[in-house]
T-cell receptor, first 113, second 113 residues
Framework: AQTVTQSQPEMSVQEAETVTLSCTYD???????LFWYKQPPSRQMILVIR??????QNATENRFSVNFQKAAKSFSLKISDSQLGDAAMYFC??????????FGAGTILRVKS | NAGVTQTPKFRVLKTGQSMTLLCAQD?????MYWYRQDPGMGLRLIHY???????AKGEVPDGYNVSRLKKQNFLLGLESAAPSQTSVYFC????????????FGEGSRLTVL
């Protein structure tokens, strides 16, 4: 079974600084997608960024980028120029052709002003 | 834009009572999912459906039943609620592709006394 591990229960970053959230996963499949979701206090799940496993180029969405290391099964999220609105729980997730989306336990990100 | 709607948003049950959570989506998505979210454990898949009339078990299916009689609706039932089922429940839907983003409802908080 696929598993997703987020080893950082909580992270803090100063406003305008950069922070990296870690994620590792375990799979024997070669074709899959990886996602980062954000859950603010409102509880709404918001897609931040997605990465196709067969693409070597790291995905980027404005201030959010990933470092995808397929061989190491690592998928970290970098947030640049952190803003107060970035404070939330962040979940890493994995999806294969079985179409189940498997989540990590989450990382709480706190942004200090 | 309704998206994914869950009802009820909050519910308190006594041990042994039954209830049904309703999820409705208006995006014509094929796939629908029920997750539960518990502190420190992320989102865990309870059951999912890849089309009308089909259902499948996820990671934590025990104590729950589901039905997908209509494409737009996915029902989650608790026949005999237990305190261990106290959680926040999320419904999600997506297109039937590997890349498909999951769209989430706002969550339903269930407390079993």
């Amino acid at each position: 079974a696929q598993t997703v591990t987020q080893s950082q229960p909580e992270m803090s970053v100063q406003e305008a600084e950069t922070v990296t959230l870690s994620c590792t996963y375990d799979t024997s499949e070669s074709d899959y997608y990886l996602f980062w979701y954000k859950q603010p206090p409102s509880r709404q799940m918001i897609l931040v960024i997605r990465q196709e496993a067969y693409k070597q180029q790291n995905a980027t969405e404005n201030r959010f980028s990933v470092n995808f290391q397929k061989a190491a099964k690592s998928f970290s999220l970098k947030i640049s120029d952190s803003q107060l609105g970035d404070a939330a729980m962040y979940f890493c997730a994995y999806r294969s052709r079985g179409n189940k989306l498997v989540f990590g336990a989450g990382t709480i990100l706190r942004v200090k002003s | 834009n309704a998206g994914v709607t869950q009802t009820p948003k909050f519910r308190v049950l006594k041990t042994g009572q039954s209830m049904t959570l309703l999820c409705a989506q208006d995006m014509n998505h094929e796939y629908m999912y029920w997750y539960r979210q518990d502190p420190g454990m992320g989102l865990r898949l309870i059951h999912y459906s890849v089309g009308e009339g089909t259902t499948a078990k996820g990671e934590v299916p025990d104590g729950y039943n589901v039905s997908r009689l209509k494409k737009q609706n996915f029902l989650l039932g608790l026949e005999s609620a237990a305190p261990s089922q106290t959680s926040v429940y999320f419904c999600a839907s997506s297109w039937g592709s590997l890349t498909g983003e999951l769209f989430f409802g706002e969550g339903s908080r269930l407390t079993v006394l």
